[in-house]
T-cell receptor
Framework: GAVVSQHPSWVICKSGTSVKIECRSLDFQATTMFWYRQFPKQSLMLMATSNEGSKATYEQGVEKDKFLINHASLTLSTLTVTSAHPEDSSFYIC??????????FGPGTRLTVT | AQKITQTQPGMFVQEKEAVTLDCTYDTSDQSYGLFWYKQPSSGEMIFLIYQGSYDEQNATEGRYSLNFQKARKSANLVISASQLGDSAMYFCAMDGGGSQGNLIFGKGTKLSVKP
């Protein structure tokens, strides 16, 4: 199956700093990638849709100036959490879409803001 | 708007027995896709099975089968011959409509397999 990687898998940062999370499709080109957030014992919630070469589409309630998404190439999308606060602590998961219906998820990034 | 409902927060099953995880959905779209994912404690989302709304036969993938009842808008996952490694969170999802392809997830069911 297709492989999607995320880096880092786990990060702790201080409040007020920024953190960048990378999502890479390793063996296919993905024009569309998705960023989800999952709080403990809850389901995945879509944050934004990342399209290669254009601006991301954010879901209602997600601050685009706080969660910066850049889809620089067909294999890489980045999510930058700017001026992170403890309430941003969460599990962030990306997915990359292949033609038809296949959507492959990365292993996730656990962010803890102290 | 699409909605996925999983009414079982947790389920227990004896090893080697079959178990059914419930999922109902709501959508006004005629064409849609339904998915099941497994999420072990590591957090990774593992794709299990897919059912298209126009697929006439229920999807099967090894020990996983999807009991698709379109009129009832249900897409239950059946796991046969449960194994200890099946203990995990299971999420039902559907594509969000339109052309973007994002997924809308249910709240999940935590399955525990007892030896």
């Amino acid at each position: 199956g297709a492989v999607v990687s995320q880096h880092p898998s786990w990060v702790i940062c201080k409040s007020g700093t920024s953190v960048k999370i990378e999502c890479r499709s390793l063996d296919f080109q993905a024009t569309t990638m998705f960023w989800y957030r999952q709080f403990p014992k809850q389901s995945l919630m879509l944050m934004a849709t990342s399209n290669e070469g254009s601006k991301a589409t954010y879901e209602q309630g997600v601050e685009k100036d706080k969660f910066l998404i850049n889809h620089a190439s067909l294999t890489l999308s980045t999510l930058t959490v700017t001026s992170a606060h403890p309430e941003d602590s969460s599990f962030y998961i990306c997915s990359a879409q292949r033609p038809r219906y296949e959507q492959y998820f990365g292993p996730g990034t656990r962010l803890t803001v102290t | 708007a699409q909605k996925i409902t999983q009414t079982q927060p947790g389920m227990f099953v004896q090893e080697k027995e079959a178990v059914t995880l419930d999922c109902t959905y709501d959508t006004s779209d005629q064409s849609y896709g339904l998915f099941w994912y497994k999420q072990p404690s590591s957090g990774e989302m593992i794709f299990l099975i897919y059912q298209g709304s126009y697929d006439e036969q229920n999807a099967t993938e090894g020990r996983y089968s999807l009991n698709f009842q379109k009129a009832r808008k249900s897409a239950n996952l059946v796991i046969s011959a449960s194994q200890l490694g099946d203990s995990a969170m299971y999420f039902c999802a559907m594509d969000g409509g339109g052309s973007q392809g994002n997924l809308i997830f249910g709240k999940g069911t935590k399955l525990s397999v007892k030896p």
